[in-house]
């Protein structure tokens, strides 16, 4: 089984504070994408990484691809209530025949 | 963009019923669907992969005859829960991607509720 492990599992956190989620594996993805879901509805992508040390910015969202391809990261900056949501990363290869491999996901809770 | 409907949104049926979902890429050509079963703060359980024109591959301990899969065109894909029960009761969402891309888009996901 090719394993994506995501952490933290939950995280409270008050407004304005930085935080940062990660996912990490022994295997190499040829991409990894990171989504957002709110309950009852489905998961919307927020980005996808492809390049090795790439990172992307998505307003207060940072996402970084590890250099080797087998880790990254989401840093929220100055979270706010409307960042709450589960959030899931899931990485891509091309021998999958299209299937990702998701993180147990991560369920942020920021308080007002 | 890369929309993906679902249809319906919840439905509550009989134990003993069948209930058919469908999953449609409203601006893009999908050549392969994926449908999820998802159970309350946890990540997504894959069911099954679907190609436009062929036989549907499920995950192991996926009950085939139980949920099947049609994927008649490029833009829709069909699951039929056959002879629910109330175990079936879950959250189901499918998913599409582009012709050799990895990323998938998500539809917003089925309640189904089985009485």
């Known amino acids: 089984t090719q394993l994506l492990e995501q952490s933290p599992q939950f995280l409270s956190i008050q407004e304005g504070e930085n935080l940062t989620v990660y996912c990490n594996s022994s295997?190499?993805?040829?991409?990894l994408q990171w989504y957002r879901q709110e309950p009852g509805e489905g998961p919307v992508l927020l980005v996808t990484v492809v390049t090795g040390g790439e990172v992307k910015k998505l307003k207060r969202l940072t996402f970084q691809f590890g250099d080797a391809r087998k880790d990254s990261s989401l840093h929220i900056t100055a979270a706010q209530p409307g960042d709450t949501g589960l959030y899931l990363c899931a990485g891509g290869r091309r021998t999958s025949y299209g299937k990702l491999t998701f993180g147990q996901g991560t369920i942020l809770t920021v308080h007002p | 963009g890369a929309v993906v409907s679902q249809h319906p949104s919840r439905v509550i049926c009989k134990s003993g019923t069948s209930v058919k979902i469908e999953c449609r890429s409203l601006?893009?050509?999908?050549?392969?669907m994926f449908w999820y079963r998802q159970f309350p703060k946890q990540s997504l359980m894959l069911m099954a992969t679907s190609n436009e024109g062929s036989k549907a591959t499920y995950e192991q301990g996926v009950e085939k005859d139980k949920f099947l899969i049609n994927h008649a065109s490029l833009t829709l894909s069909t699951l039929t829960v056959t002879s629910a029960h109330p175990e079936d009761s879950s959250f189901y969402i499918c998913?599409?991607?582009?012709?050799?891309?990895?990323?998938?888009?998500f539809g917003p996901g089925t309640r189904l509720l089985v009485l």
């Open positions: 601006d893009f050509q999908a050549t392969t």
């Open positions: 998913s599409a991607r582009r012709f050799r891309q990895e990323t998938q888009y």
């Open positions: 295997s190499v993805f040829s991409s």
